[in-house]
């Protein structure tokens, strides 16, 4: 049973730049969130999708927006990169008939902006 | 005040020993408990989740949830090397509730077992 998948692994990117992390639920999910995770922090929420929509959200600027595909598959962009975009991305898929909160994570796409 | 306290530690303790894990929270919509573990560099590994009060086990580990005092621990019995890691609660509110499906984590506590 294939469990969640994240690319890229690491990903360097220059401040004012565009990024893409892009995640692939576990099977048979069919709701992704994404979270950011600062050194030596819990991950926070930054939105949610479900049905190809932004179902919930955090508090997160617009710079943060999201796309989740027909095959449940997620992407999350974040536009005009600042120093303190970098973090580990952390996508979980869950089943909404479950309530959503039985999230299972991925392994993360750590970011460092320069 | 943050929605979510946690003790950061770090917590050492000898193998064999039993560890007490605690979270403190303030948000009365939250009805679903769950704790995970992270290994450096790696995501969050779910380990168990319980649905309002009460207790709840699965091997060497047991969750409580005392949503009187908003106050959750998890404990680990016979702690082995192998469970040095941090541990993270996590908590969601109901359906139809503001905080249903996203997750609210407190800052993690930094495990250590010692041979």
């Known amino acids: 049973d294939a469990g969640v998948t994240q690319s890229p692994t690491h990903l360097i990117k220059t401040r004012g730049q565009q990024v893409t992390l892009r995640c692939s639920p576990k099977s048979g999910h069919d709701t992704v969130s994404w979270y950011q995770q600062a050194l030596g922090q819990g991950p926070q929420f930054i939105f949610q999708y479900y049905e190809e929509e932004e179902r919930q959200r955090g508090n997160f600027p617009d710079r943060f927006s999201g796309h989740q595909f027909p095959n449940y598959s997620s992407e999350l962009n974040v536009n005009a990169l600042l120093l303190g975009d970098s973090a580990l991305y952390l996508c979980?898929?869950?089943?909404?008939?479950?309530?959503?909160?039985?999230?299972?994570f991925g392994p993360g796409t750590r970011l460092t902006v320069t | 005040q943050k929605e979510v306290e946690q003790d950061p530690g770090p917590l050492s303790v000898p193998e064999g020993a039993i560890v007490s894990l605690n979270c403190t929270y303030s948000n009365s919509a939250f009805q679903y408990f769950m704790w995970y573990r992270q290994y450096s560099r790696k995501g969050p590994e779910l380990l168990m989740y319980t649905y309002s009060s009460g207790n709840k086990e699965d091997g060497r580990f047991t969750a409580q949830v005392d949503k009187s005092s908003k106050y959750i621990s998890l404990f680990i019995r016979d702690s082995q090397p192998s469970d040095s890691a941090t541990y993270l609660c996590a908590m969601s509110g109901g359906m139809g509730g503001t905080s249903y499906g996203k997750l609210t984590f407190g800052q993690g506590t930094i495990l250590t077992v010692h041979p």
């Open positions: 979980a898929s869950s089943l909404v008939g479950q309530g959503g909160y039985e999230q299972y």
